[in-house]
């Protein structure tokens, strides 16, 4: 009798100890769980893995919506926030090949998306489709093509996207990442990084549905955006040190690729030329804008500097779906690729946003000025005596 007490409460004990083994696995899976979702959250707080793909639409029967593209620094109209269903966004791409006046001494065969350097910002949200139509007219000489890094598949459309001059193509992509991202020329071989360098290069921002989001994952809308692009250039000189012209854009490949193996660009501008955002051409802001800036570099790394302000947000290799860091002094841009940064001015005066490699900023010409109005806040910034005379 004795003995089945102790079994009886043998077995009592290993029940309960069951009981909290179980308890305590439940509780560690649930709590993994959550942390997978924290950690699988994009910045919307839905729950959501990269590797989770989006549901097919049938994108014949969606709505197209025509974007007209603007030169840069300047974007074309669109909505922070995306309003309904995934929408097919029309854009159409013009190839033009022309003499661009790169500095007061150098001039090159740009090969251009629709006569800008870099070419147009185009911008949508995610799951939206891209229906690019890329034209390239008879009076130009060479073959192009576009490949997308927000695009999948088919070397970003630069398989099906061969236009050989008096042809134009259409192809249609779905921008299933959220991001900043390059778009450039990629006809194949030696001719991808001469396109590359002879200015054919882009961007296109692809905006979560509900729009961007700040480090703590609120909502946050700005009140401008500009799309400054780094562009690196190699013009051969002559026997007398001159830059060297050409009469066609192919004449000039053979001194360029000679340059180009050197890795040292003769040409580091901003937006295609020098001083293209300088001066009378500067960006502008208030005091208490929150600006976007968008700054790609398609061939080089670089890193760009706010002299003056900071990188309040900072969305590190471009993507939108990572939450954003914040306060950034300086922050990369690596080579093939777009970053964004959103900075609310709070001081007026001249702010200079350069590649903080100072030789390419101010022997080169790797700047631009953005010039800010507003009250001053003395607060942050004062001068307490004017220059004068060392008291002794
Ligand atoms: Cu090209």
């Known amino acids: 009798m004795k003995k089945l007490k102790e ?16 308890t305590l696995i439940l509780s560690a899976c649930n709590q993994q769980n959550s942390l997978n979702k ?17 549901p097919n639409e049938n994108s014949d029967n969606l709505k197209h ?18 309003t309904g269903n995934p929408v097919v966004v029309d854009v159409r791409l013009v190839v033009k090949e022309e003499k661009l006046q790169i500095s007061s001494d150098a001039s090159i065969w740009a090969l251009t998306y629709n006569g800008s350097v870099p070419g147009p910002m ?8 891209v229906e690019v139509t890329l034209v390239n007219p008879s009076s130009n000489s060479l073959t192009h093509n576009i490949d997308f890094h927000a695009a999948t598949g088919d070397l970003g459309g630069g398989s099906i996207s061969i236009v050989s001059p008096g042809q134009q193509v259409s192809f249609r992509f779905k921008a299933i990442k959220p991001g900043v991202f390059v778009y450039h020329c990629a ?13 054919m290069n882009g961007a296109i921002m692809v905006l979560p549905r ?18 400054v692009a780094e562009q690196d250039y190699y013009i051969p000189k002559n026997k007398n040190g001159k830059y060297m012209e050409f009469s066609t854009p192919a004449e000039g490949f053979g001194g360029m690729l000679q340059v180009m193996q050197t890795l040292t660009p003769s040409h580091i501008v901003f937006n295609g030329t020098k001083n293209s955002l300088t001066g009378d051409k500067a960006l502008t802001a208030k005091v208490g804008d929150k600006v976007l800036f968008i700054t790609s570099e398609a061939n080089r790394d670089t890193r760009i500097h706010m002299i003056g302000g900071h990188a309040d947000l900072y ?34 005066g001249t702010y200079v946003y350069l590649d903080h490699n100072l030789i390419n900023a101010f022997l080169f010409g790797a700047n631009a000025e953005i010039n800010v109005k507003g009250n001053s806040n003395n607060d942050l910034m004062k001068q307490i005596n004017k220059p004068a005379k060392i008291k002794d």
Not at 44 to 53: A, R
Request: charged share 20%; aromatic share 12%.
């Open 315 to 348: 969305w590190s290799g471009g993507s939108f779906s990572n939450k954003p860091l914040t306060n950034f002094e300086s922050w990369p841009v690596a080579g093939g690729s777009a970053v964004a940064i959103m900075y609310k001015f709070r001081e007026p």
């Open 38 to 54: 924290v950690q699988s959250s994009n910045t919307n707080g839905d729950n959501y893995s990269v590797f989770e793909d989006t």
């Open 7 to 22: 079994t009886s409460k043998k077995i009592y004990r290993i029940k309960i100890i069951l009981i909290l083994a179980v």
């Open 65 to 82: 919506v025509e974007q007209i593209l603007v030169a840069p620094p300047e974007l074309p109209k669109f909505d922070q926030v995306a």
């Open 210 to 227: 509900k729009g961007l989001t700040d480090e703590n994952g609120n909502p946050i809308k700005f009140d401008k955006a500009y799309y």
């Open 187 to 199: 006809p194949g071989g030696i001719m991808v990084p001469l396109h590359v360098v002879s200015g």
């Open 122 to 129: 185009i911008v949508v949200h995610q799951n939206d489709y």
